[in-house]
């Protein structure tokens, strides 16, 4: 009889295959390896996977799937990615591949599961925009509380799980450049099961989201750029995949590519971009961020044509450069910026290499990096950054780590003289000094360089304030102040470089579209970009996922429309709904039943409850770690809620209390309380990080005499 199973089981038995296809040398024997590999799965009986939780959020289908029902007879590639993740997106383009080469019909479902790692990330009208924002034509299943994560033991982001026909465990493959093997096991399960007879051909039920939106000017505007001289900007319209170029009325001078993505050199009409981001303007040149075609492009407006001056269409793997641009491999380039480096104004392109969590630097004229050797010309190079995924700051440039960085912008007046940078999966503001390359933390984040959880909604100073995966920076000279676009808060803030001081500006935290028109009533919805304009006085804003850029006029501190040609559609406002219960606890976690408690009316119960962690880790600052105090099928013990808390400290045991009701209203019932407990953890050596649970379940016998005015118990569990 098949029992259900996580990861833990499938990967002792899937590591043999690993290794031995490592060893193989042709595509029969891989061919073959795969075909043994499954036959004996089959004859050691399923390992069959849990189904997914009812009452889900479902996009791009009908209604919600099962693996019982609608997913019965598919092999089913089960996609686990939090749509923040640069190396989620990576692996876009071979599930692309995949369900374009093998379509529902021939018996294979891809499925997304967003498992989100940012509270912003959990609301279904968020995953929906990043849905369409990646063109993600499969089903994708909004499972907030992670879930299935939890009861397959899913460990980071990306995991691909395939499934057999009958929600049976196949292959998993973790993070991402596994484009082969996913094509191998994929074409493997098919002919396998088909051969057997057991793949069904019917139709899923498919419903894009995106063919029921109304036409809009701009579809999730990505960056904006000024060129204060010609009082012109640049907008990455990235949904439409091109360039507009506009003045700061809003007239329409250029648009360039568009309205599909493609990767070609050329005039303006037949050039083309894939979701483009970063924008610099000056002059008559553009400087485009290409992120998903991994290229920096040149828009010369004067010529009318568009020309690539670096990476080579494919994500590279490069963490060093020195190649001449056309020739270096670069991956996702996020932002980008003009500034200098030893040679004359604007010799260097600087580059926020989201890919490979770095800095680089695109010479346009010949120059050199501080500490480095001469640059020619058209060399691409790494600047800052280890290419470790951290948030690590250290006087050498090469030895620090950025954590995705997505925003830029140079100061280079004194005292400043430095390239702030928006650092999104820390969710932190860093400076990369432009005379020595040295990087410091400026606000957000916290000061433990493996940590990415230490995210929130906080003003303050230095550390002690909180963004949340910020992905805009624009300075402004004339004030000396810095404006960040913090995406996930939906707020536009301000930050004084002299104090570490970060506050809010604009935005109430909430996503929506309301334009105020005060700054503290108006909403965004995940602002990516910012640009300053008009000497300091007004600031443009890259509403995202509101298909707008807005206005922010720093005098009379009012919002107000960008209009570009003709208005805008209003895409409406939205609202993420705050959660309304504990998170669940998943499948893997401990449970334990503890001796009844003798308790009467009116006592306090006072839960003294302590947790060890393995050795060699510690908790994981800023992480959601939490408890939860629940009385199913007696809710009255708590008035009816659900008492949460959070856990930021194990040193000492945590004391919970709570007072039985005064009216008590079954003395025969025996009731119990629940505690759950939900910890993040990380190895203290190294980069991973994990998150377990535990529950106690704590009977009560409640009398009708009274006694002491407390009464402790103690609970404790060693993960």
């Not at 089981?9 to 595509?27: G, N």
């Not at 009958?166 to 051969?195: I, P, Q, T």
């Not at 003709?566 to 959660?579: E, F, L, V």
């Not at 105090?629 to 708590?638: I, M, Q, Y």
Request: hydrophobic share 40%.
């Amino acid at each position: 009889m098949a029992s259900q199973c996580s990861l833990s089981t499938l990967f002792p038995i899937q590591s043999e295959l690993d290794c031995a296809l490592a060893d193989a040398s042709t595509e029969r024997e891989k061919d073959n390896l795969v075909k043994d590999y499954l036959e004996k799965l089959d004859e050691n009986g399923d390992l069959r996977i849990p189904d997914f939780q009812t009452g889900l959020e479902w996009l791009n289908t009908l209604g919600p799937l099962s693996l019982n029902k609608e997913l019965s007879g598919k092999v089913v590639l089960l996609d686990f990615f939090t749509y923040c993740c640069i190396n989620c997106m990576h692996i876009l383009p071979d599930l692309h591949r995949l369900e374009k080469k093998h379509p529902a019909k021939d018996g294979l479902v891809i499925v997304g599961v967003h498992s989100a790692k940012f509270p912003n990330e959990k609301a279904l009208d968020s995953v929906r925009s990043a849905v369409l924002r990646y063109d993600i034509c499969h089903p994708v299943v909004n499972d907030s509380e992670a879930r299935l994560w939890h009861d397959l033991e899913v460990s980071c982001w990306p995991t691909l799980v395939l499934l057999g026909p009958r929600g049976n465990l196949l292959f998993s493959l973790v993070g991402e450049g596994h484009g082969d093997r996913l094509a191998l096991f994929a074409a493997g399960a098919l002919r396998h099961y088909g051969e057997r007879g057991l793949l069904k051909t019917h139709a899923v039920g498919i419903k894009l989201y995106r063919d029921s939106l109304p036409p809009s000017v701009l579809s999730f505007p990505g960056k904006v750029a000024i060129d204060a001289t010609e009082k012109r900007l640049a907008i990455a319209d990235t949904g439409h995949h091109r360039i507009l170029v506009v003045s700061s009325a809003g007239r329409l001078l250029h648009v360039v590519g568009g309205p599909k993505s493609g990767r070609r050199d050329g005039d303006f009409v037949e050039a083309s971009f894939s979701s483009p981001q970063g924008v610099a303007i000056q002059g008559e040149a553009v400087y485009v961020a290409d992120t998903e075609n991994h290229l920096i492009r040149k828009i010369d407006l004067l010529e009318g044509r568009v020309s690539t001056l670096a990476g080579v269409g494919a994500q590279g793997t490069d963490k060093e450069g020195g190649a001449m641009g056309p020739q270096q491999p670069i991956s996702s380039p996020w932002d980008v910026t003009l500034g200098s480096a030893g040679g004359g104004e604007g010799n260097v392109l600087w580059i926020a290499m989201a890919g490979t969590h770095q800095i680089w630097a695109l010479f346009l004229a010949d120059g050199k990096l501080p500490k480095g050797s001469e640059s020619k010309a058209g060399t691409c190079v790494r600047w800052a950054g280890s290419g470790n995924e951290e948030n690590r700051n250290n006087a050498y440039p090469h030895k620090a780590g950025f954590a995705q960085p997505s925003g830029l912008a140079w100061a280079p007046q004194e005292p400043w003289c430095c390239l702030y940078v928006a650092d999104s999966e820390s969710s932190t503001i860093r400076t990369l000094a432009l005379k020595d390359g040295a990087v410091k933390s400026l606000v957000g984040g916290e000061r433990d360089p493996l940590n990415l959880f230490a995210f929130g909604d906080v003003d303050g100073k230095g550390a002690d304030s909180k963004l949340q995966h910020p992905l805009g920076v624009a300075w402004a000279p004339e004030q000396s102040r810095l404006y960040v676009a913090d995406s996930y808060n939906h707020k536009i803030k301000l930050v004084d470089p002299k104090a570490k001081q970060c506050s809010t500006l604009a935005g109430t935290g909430e996503a929506g579209d309301t334009l105020g028109p005060e700054f503290n009533k108006s909403r965004f919805n995940e602002p990516g970009g910012i640009c300053v304009g008009d000497g300091g006085k007004l600031l443009y804003v890259a509403d995202t996922n509101n298909h707008r850029v807005k206005v922010l006029d720093l005098i009379s501190k009012t919002v107000s429309l960008f209009p570009i040609s003709t208005d805008c559609t209003d895409s409406g406002p939205s609202k993420p709904s705050a959660p309304t219960k504990a998170p669940t606890l998943p499948k893997s976690a401990a449970r334990k039943e503890m001796p009844p408690a003798a308790v009467s009316a009116g006592q306090t119960l006072v839960m003294s409850l302590a947790l060890t962690l393995p050795g060699g880790t510690k908790l994981t600052e800023g992480a959601p770690s939490c408890w939860a105090l629940s009385a199913e099928g007696n809710e009255w013990l708590l008035e009816g809620g659900v008492v949460t808390g959070d856990i930021v400290d194990l040193s000492k045991p945590i004391s919970i209390s709570t007072q039985i009701p005064a009216v008590i209203r079954d003395f025969h019932s025996n009731p119990s309380l629940t505690l759950g407990v939900w910890l993040y953890y990380c190895m203290e050596t190294g980069n991973a990080c994990m998150m377990k649970a535990a529950s106690f379940k704590q009977p009560l016998l409640i009398g009708a005499n009274g006694g002491a005015e407390e009464i402790a118990v103690t609970l404790a569990h060693a993960f």
